[in-house]
């Protein structure tokens, strides 16, 4: 496992800005066969946080949620290794995660709703907890989108910007409100 242990630990986040350069300082530290799992929930900026490791790796291509491709891979634009983004929201048991085939060894991967099933593709894991109020992942599709930013769990997804978008994974820290980030190390 990397450097990740000098960010152990829990900060505050005031921003989408913040939260990018979080990310940022991770990517600078990650190397192939890290596995770090974001939980929190829909709108935490999670997302906002894989794009920040994106650049921090120097990879190829738009960070945006897998939703509905369930695995996105990002090549390095120079010697690094990949990074794979994972959207861990639809699978219902750890051997979906294996069936994915996924590359664990030679890439950075970021995972996000994977905790039920890091421990079934990992011995040791990063977990990257963010919290948004006490909010928490819900259990079935049920919710409407709102302008108080509650998630409509029924629509096709977000538009390009993540602005007004509707859908299991909308926009990434859509309030501005400060979050609470706890880094860990697992198994």
């Known amino acids: 496992m990397t450097g990740l242990d000098a960010f152990v630990g829990e900060r505050e986040v005031a921003s989408p800005t913040e939260m990018e350069a979080l990310g940022r300082a991770l990517g600078g530290v990650l190397r192939a066969g890290d596995l770090v799992v974001l939980t929190g929930p829909l709108g ?62 030679g890439s950075v991967v970021i995972a996000e709703w994977a905790a039920p099933f890091a421990a079934a593709v990992a011995d040791r894991w990063w977990e990257i907890e963010i919290d948004r109020g006490g909010l928490t992942r819900p259990e079935a599709p049920t919710a409407t989108a709102t302008a108080a930013g509650e998630a409509d769990q029924g629509s096709a997804g977000a538009g390009a910007d993540g602005v007004g978008a509707t859908g299991p994974h909308v926009a990434d820290m859509e309030d501005r409100a400060p979050r609470r980030v706890t880094i860990s190390r697992r198994g």
Do not use: W
């Open 44 to 105: 935490a900026g999670k997302t906002t946080l894989t794009r920040g490791i994106a650049a921090g790796l120097d990879v190829r291509g738009r960070v945006q949620s897998p939703t509905f491709v369930i695995a996105r891979t990002h090549p390095s634009l120079g010697d690094g290794p990949p990074l794979v983004h994972v959207d861990a929201y639809r699978l219902g048991t750890d051997s979906e995660l294996d069936d994915l085939d996924i590359d664990f060894a």
